[in-house]
C-alpha cells in the first residue's frame, strides 16, 4: 500500500518561517513599536528571568495605524483589509505548506470577540475556525494543560483563531497565587518551547495582546448589563476579575516579557477604539500572509486538454 503524500514544510531555517518584519521601513518600525522590545531566545539566555514590561507606557487608546482622516476612513479600510484577507486565506488554502495560529488575549471585554467579526468574518468558514477557551473540564484538568491545546492547532492551509489561549495557565492561577513562582516560570519555559516546536513544523503563531484601558473596560461591562440582549455575555465572575485588575495586569506584564520570542512574537494592540483594533490587526496579518510568497499549486498538464461538454 502505497504512502499518502505529504504537503513539503518549509525548512526551520527558511527566513519565510518566522515573517514577522515587515519589508516596508515606515511599518516595520511603527509594528516594533508595540511590540515588547526585542524577541528574546528563551533557549539562549541565562536563567535570570528577564524584566518584566511596562503596560503603562502602551497607551490604550492610541490608534499608531490610524491615517487620521476619520473613523469612518478607517472602518473603510478595514472593510477592505477583510476582503484582502479572504483572499490571501484562499491562496493559503490551497498552498498547504503553512498553518497559523492566531491568539488572541486580553482582559474582558478587551474586543476578543469584536476581532473575529472585523477581521476574520470576511473569510470563508472553510479552512478558518475559531476557539473559544473556557474553564478546563475535569477530562481536561486531568491531563497537562496543553493538552486540549495542541489538539486545537490548526493543520496544513488552516486559520485557526483563539479567543484566549494557553496564556490563561499563566494569567489566573498566577492571580489567585494557585501555582508557586518556579511553577509559573516553569510554565513560560513550556509555552516557549511548545510554540517553537509548532513553529518549526510551518505553523505561524502571531499573538496580540488587546491592551484595554480600565475605564474602557467599565464602560463596556456596563452596556452588558444595560442592555437585556447582551446579558448573555456577562458573567459575574467578570467583576471578580476587575477587582483584581492590578494583579492581572502585572501578570501580564511578566508573560509579555517571558514569552516575546523570535518564533512566536507579541504585539501589544491598544484597543480602547474598537475600529483602530481592528485596523491593526488586519494591516499586521496581512503583513504576515503576504510575506509568505503563497502560491497556487500547479495542476495536471492533462488538465490543459480536458474540454466540459
Known amino acids: 500500500m502505497s504512502t499518502p503524500s505529504q504537503p513539503v514544510q518549509p525548512s526551520p531555517s527558511a527566513e519565510n518561517v518566522y515573517p514577522f518584519e515587515s519589508k516596508h521601513k ?15 531566545d528563551s533557549r539562549k539566555q541565562d536563567t535570570d528571568a528577564p524584566p518584566a514590561v ?11 495605524f490610524s491615517a487620521g482622516q476619520g473613523k469612518q476612513h478607517d472602518k473603510d479600510n478595514v472593510s477592505a483589509l477583510a476582503r484582502e484577507l479572504d483572499g490571501l486565506q484562499n491562496i493559503f488554502y490551497a498552498d498547504r505548506r503553512f498553518k497559523l495560529l492566531v491568539i488572541l488575549q486580553g482582559m474582558d471585554a478587551a474586543g476578543k470577540d ?40 490548526p493543520g496544513a492551509g488552516e486559520i485557526v483563531v483563539f479567543n484566549r489561549s494557553q496564556y490563561e495557565d499563566v494569567l489566573v492561577p498566577v492571580v489567585n497565587r494557585w501555582i508557586t513562582p518556579e511553577q509559573q516560570a516553569q510554565r513560560y519555559a513550556q509555552i516557549n518551547d511548545f510554540e517553537r516546536m509548532l513553529s518549526e513544523n510551518g505553523t505561524l503563531v502571531v499573538k496580540f495582546m488587546l491592551h484595554i484601558s480600565k475605564d474602557e473596560q467599565r464602560q463596556r461591562l ?3 448589563l444595560d442592555d437585556p440582549c447582551k446579558h448573555w455575555k456577562f458573567d459575574e465572575s467578570d467583576l471578580k476579575a476587575r477587582a483584581q485588575w492590578d494583579e492581572y495586569q502585572q501578570a501580564y506584564e511578566k508573560l509579555l516579557a ?5 518564533w512566536a512574537p507579541w504585539t501589544i494592540v491598544p484597543a480602547d477604539s474598537k475600529t483602530h483594533r481592528n485596523l491593526m490587526i488586519a494591516t499586521l496579518l496581512r503583513e504576515v500572509l503576504g510575506n509568505l510568497e503563497l502560491q497556487y499549486p500547479a495542476g495536471s498538464p492533462a488538465l490543459e486538454k480536458i474540454q466540459v461538454k
Open 222 to 224: 456596563q452596556e452588558r
Open 54 to 64: 511596562e503596560l503603562a507606557g502602551y497607551e490604550p487608546g492610541a490608534k499608531p
Open 26 to 40: 515606515a511599518l516595520r518600525k511603527l509594528w516594533q513599536q508595540w511590540q515588547p522590545g526585542v524577541p528574546r
Open 114 to 153: 469584536g476581532t473575529l467579526r472585523g477581521v476574520f468574518g470576511q473569510m470563508t468558514p472553510l479552512g478558518v475556525h475559531t476557539v473559544g477557551w473556557k474553564a478546563p473540564t475535569d477530562a481536561e484538568k486531568a491531563h497537562d494543560y496543553l493538552w486540549r491545546i495542541h489538539q486545537q492547532v
Open 258 to 262: 517571558a514569552t516575546h520570542t523570535p
